[in-house]
């Protein structure tokens, strides 16, 4: 980005400042309002940021490992075991089931087009993203229950897409690899990046914890560090040939537990180091959609076909919420809350770096990225709009049909809403918390 591209960014982030408090019950999000104007720039040609895909997919990478990493901070491993049935549900079933039916859905669309790159669609359109989900987990009307499992979910289906999309383009680009040769690098990338994001993450916090307690470290020196770990997660789990965004949200979820008090009345050593870090999760997320929208989102809307855009649709709605259906049968969960579990999947930043990485691997290979790219920036686009649009409202009124439900003198039903320890939860930090008045 050029100079006067970098200041038009920063008038639009003071703007968005002045008015925040105002649309904050508005049908409007941090993402929509970016990714408006960056495409707005573009259209005007005000602003005209170069398409250097590199540079992008380094900008969405490194957004993602902080939004994952700081996000992780405020979920208590030790607490979370009580959590984690339908989390591990929406991963272990909902998430693969998504990719075999975003892979039907897309054979169907895309005929002339082989099967691993239809499969390859539907595994980068897969993972949740954690930024365009904020304003719903973070709604404290949403019972805990359904607030953590979408948080746990969007951190860690990112990383667990990864190796299978590296597969999926190995073969579109005609890397040949033996099948022992592929669980290798699969149980690689997964093992170092659970054992380096531990290892980066319960590293950093003992260490500041052991400074705080002798008032060896500057306030602003320890959030500079905190800053620091998701960005050495990332960068070296990638050195080791690990998932870094697994090693991101493991450091995180290590970081915000090794240093979190059972008798702490305030906000935790972790939450409190991670305070700036949250703030520059925001800043980085905004540059990344509005760079989306000034650059990518022209191209995708231009080359869009009636099939592009049913993918999009379906993606959003068929390929993720029968999925979530299926997954959560036996849970006693209610058909609004698995409709609204899976309406709140959105996609984003996740599919955009999985796209731009794309992009560079299959330069050799005439037209593949490119088009598989307009289907992951339209839909990106479609849900940014549409989850955006009913974040809010959709969770308020989820949210007070659940008060409903849990008032209705139904012992069982109150139980799994609240786990009869809401206050406990959100008093040590179980969930992110916005800090800020609007929403993300």
Request: aromatic share 8%.
């Amino acid at each position: 980005m050029e100079a006067g591209e970098i200041a038009a960014l920063g008038i639009i982030v003071i703007a968005f400042a002045v008015v925040s408090m105002r649309i904050a019950r508005w049908p409007l999000t941090m993402p929509m309002i970016f990714v408006a104007a960056g495409a707005l720039g573009e259209a005007t040609e005000m602003v005209d940021i170069a398409p250097d895909h590199e540079a992008i997919a380094a900008l969405a990478e490194v957004t993602l490992a902080i939004i994952l990493f700081s996000d992780a901070v405020r979920i208590d491993i030790r607490r979370l075991r009580r959590y984690l049935a339908i989390p591990i549900r929406l991963l272990a079933i909902g998430l693969p089931l998504t990719i075999v039916v975003g892979t039907l859905i897309n054979s169907l669309l895309f005929p002339d087009l082989p099967l691993v790159q239809v499969a390859l669609i539907a595994a980068i359109l897969a993972p949740t993203d954690a930024a365009l989900g904020s304003a719903v987990v973070e709604d404290t009307s949403v019972p805990v229950r359904d607030r953590l499992a979408l948080n746990v979910e969007s951190g860690v289906n990112d990383g667990l897409v990864v190796p299978v999309v590296a597969v999926l383009t190995a073969a579109v680009i005609g890397e040949s690899r033996s099948t022992p040769e592929w669980i290798g690098f699969i149980a690689q990338q997964i093992g170092w990046g659970v054992v380096f994001g531990a290892i980066v993450g319960g590293g950093a916090i003992v260490a500041l914890r052991w400074s705080d307690d002798r008032g060896w470290a500057d306030a602003r020196f320890q959030q500079l560090a905190t800053f620091v770990v998701p960005i050495v997660a990332l960068f070296g789990a990638e050195a080791l040939s690990g998932n870094s965004f697994i090693a991101a949200f493991v450091a995180g979820l290590v970081f915000g537990s090794f240093g979190a008090r059972p008798d702490e009345e305030t906000p935790t050593l972790p939450v409190r180091l991670g305070a700036f870090t949250e703030d520059a999760a925001q800043l980085f997320g905004l540059a990344a959609f509005f760079v989306f929208g000034n650059v990518l989102l022209a191209d995708a809307i231009t080359d869009a076909t009636w099939a592009i855009v049913a993918c999009a649709v379906l993606s959003l709605t068929v390929a993720r919420m029968g999925p979530v259906w299926v997954a959560l049968i036996g849970t006693g969960l209610r058909a609004r809350t698995r409709l609204f579990l899976g309406w709140f999947g959105p996609r984003g930043l996740a599919s955009i770096v999985f796209g731009l990485l794309l992009l560079e691997d299959t330069v050799a290979v005439a037209d593949v990225g490119e088009q598989v790219f307009g289907v992951i920036a339209l839909t990106v686009a479609a849900s940014v709009l549409l989850h955006g649009a009913t974040a809010s409202s959709g969770a308020r009124r989820y949210g007070r049909w659940a008060e409903e439900v849990i008032e209705s003198g139904d012992h069982a039903e109150r139980r799994s809403m609240t786990m009869e320890d809401e206050l406990l939860a959100e008093k040590h930090h179980l969930l992110p918390k916005s800090r800020w008045s609007v929403r993300r």
